[in-house]
């Protein structure tokens, strides 16, 4: 299939979308379309990639999977379109952006508008069954998705990377820690949230780097 993304991110990604695993993962991905229920749509699996141009990013923060019940993916992590209800995680981290920076909660879920001021929303697998967690991993996106991430470190300088949780931590060694903000914490869901999460300030912190960088600091 063709692929559907960004000039710049097309870019820099050339060579991982001719490589074997990218093309076995094409063939199972349109496979898994015409056969069952799977999300995000088919035209917003990259849309992380497509609002936040490779020469834009200022921070990522990095998901699992995408949300797998009707309506709630659309391509960028933890976001979902307006008229969707909060998601537990998405719920936290909304509250910890109230505590940390005195914002109120956004009339809805969509997170289109960080994504347009640098925020890069990547899940480590783009595509989802439906009503079945994590049906789509070790199919090739995590191997896509990590050099995303190795693009991102070599490319860019003065990147913040927000890692909640222990698998999104073990992205770390991917990252150049000298040239970059690397942000721990546990992950926002309700199973972890209250370990740390909630109190990391990681949305102040990631605007005092930034501020720090002379970059723009992200409106939460």
Not at 50 to 55: A, E, K
Not at 81 to 95: E, M, R
Not at 139 to 150: A, L, M, P, S
Request: aromatic share 10%; charged share 20%.
């Amino acid at each position: 299939m063709q692929v559907k993304i960004e000039d710049s991110w097309k870019k820099a990604l050339s060579d991982v979308f001719e490589k074997n695993f990218f093309q076995r993962l094409v063939s199972f991905v349109k496979d898994e379309y015409q056969v069952n229920q799977v999300f995000p749509p088919g035209k917003e699996i990259f849309n992380a990639f497509n609002h936040c141009p490779l020469d834009a990013v200022k921070v990522v923060i990095l998901g699992q999977d995408p949300y797998h019940g009707p309506g709630q993916a659309h391509g960028l992590s933890f976001s979902v379109k307006p008229g969707v209800p909060f998601p537990p995680s998405l719920l936290n981290i909304f509250k910890e952006i109230k505590s940390d920076l005195g914002i109120d909660m956004p009339p809805n879920g969509d997170l289109t508008r960080w994504s347009n001021q640098g925020v890069f929303l990547l899940n480590a697998t783009l595509t989802v069954r439906a009503n079945q967690a994590g049906s789509h991993q070790n199919q090739g996106w995590e191997t896509f998705t990590d050099e995303v991430i190795k693009i991102v470190s070599s490319q860019r300088s003065n990147v913040v990377f927000m890692l909640w949780g222990a698998y999104a931590q073990k992205k770390a060694e991917l990252i150049d820690a000298n040239k970059h903000l690397i942000l721990k914490a546990p992950h926002p869901s309700p199973l972890s949230a209250h370990r740390g999460f909630l109190g990391c300030k990681h949305f102040s912190k990631a605007n005092q780097y930034l501020v720090e960088k002379n970059l723009q600091p992200v409106i939460w």
